[in-house]
């Protein structure tokens, strides 16, 4: 059950693009469409971005400026237009093939 | 609305034991997964168990198998983790998550367990 591996951080200006990669094996990222996202701010729960790849939570005021994706075993997380309230950690988690679940170290993401 | 509110954290002493609750409203908790989900002061979020929604499917992280266990009363809308054996590795906010699809899709707030002699 090794952590899926994502930068330590990345950083962008306002209104531009940035993406965050997730990386984890065969009998996780890459058998299963069970990739997930999550936003957490200091001293907050964390807070569902994406599912299953590439949806965003209706209802959940997830705005459609994020966007996940899906390459063999690598999930990417996008950024676009980026604001700062978007500051914060990000983690992705995926379903594996032990019928457990496996999160990212996460990811510190700083608009400057 | 959908709420999950942990409670029973607290600080102890290693070797110790513990029981954690959540406790679920807004959703139909009867056929709903929970997860529990750890994070140590300043780390990352750390799967820890799942129960599915009649407790007939219960998973464990490595870290945690043997020593904790999960449970659920749906009388009562109530998810509970009980902890035994402690140790200061365990010090963590303890979230209950409740699953849709794979995901995490509501979260609580988080119990904080700390573990120290």
């Known amino acids: 059950q090794s952590a899926l591996t994502q930068p330590p951080s990345v950083s962008g200006s306002p209104g531009q693009s940035v993406t965050i990669s997730c990386t984890g094996i065969?009998?996780?990222?890459?058998?299963?469409?069970?990739v997930s996202w999550y936003q957490q701010s200091p001293g907050t729960a964390p807070k569902l971005m994406i599912y299953?790849?590439?949806?965003?939570p209706s209802g959940s005021g997830v705005p459609d400026r994020f966007s996940g994706s899906k390459s063999g075993n690598t999930a990417s997380l996008t950024i676009s237009g980026l604001q700062a309230e978007d500051e914060a950690d990000y983690y992705c988690?995926?379903?594996?093939?032990?019928?457990?679940?496996?999160f990212g170290g996460g990811t510190k993401l700083t608009v400057l | 609305e959908v709420q999950l509110v942990e409670s029973g954290g607290g600080l102890l002493q290693p070797g110790g034991s513990l029981r954690l609750s959540c406790a679920a409203s807004?959703?139909?908790?009867?056929?709903?997964?929970i997860h529990w989900v750890r994070q140590a002061p300043g780390k990352g979020l750390v799967w820890v168990s799942h129960?599915?929604?009649?407790?007939?499917?219960?998973t464990y992280a490595d870290s945690v198998r043997g020593r904790f266990t999960i449970s659920r009363d749906n009388a009562k809308n109530m998810v509970y983790l009980q902890m035994n054996s402690l140790r200061a590795e365990d010090t963590a906010v303890y979230y209950c998550?409740?699953?849709?699809?794979?995901?995490?899709?509501?979260w609580g707030q988080g119990t904080l367990v700390t573990v120290s002699s």
């Open positions: 998550a409740r699953d849709a699809g794979y995901s995490f899709w509501a």
């Open positions: 807004g959703f139909t908790f009867t056929t709903s997964w």
């Open positions: 129960i599915n929604n009649d407790g007939t499917k219960i």
């Open positions: 065969s009998s996780d990222v890459g058998s299963y469409n069970r």
């Open positions: 299953e790849v590439s949806n965003r």
């Open positions: 988690s995926s379903y594996t093939s032990s019928t457990t679940w496996v």
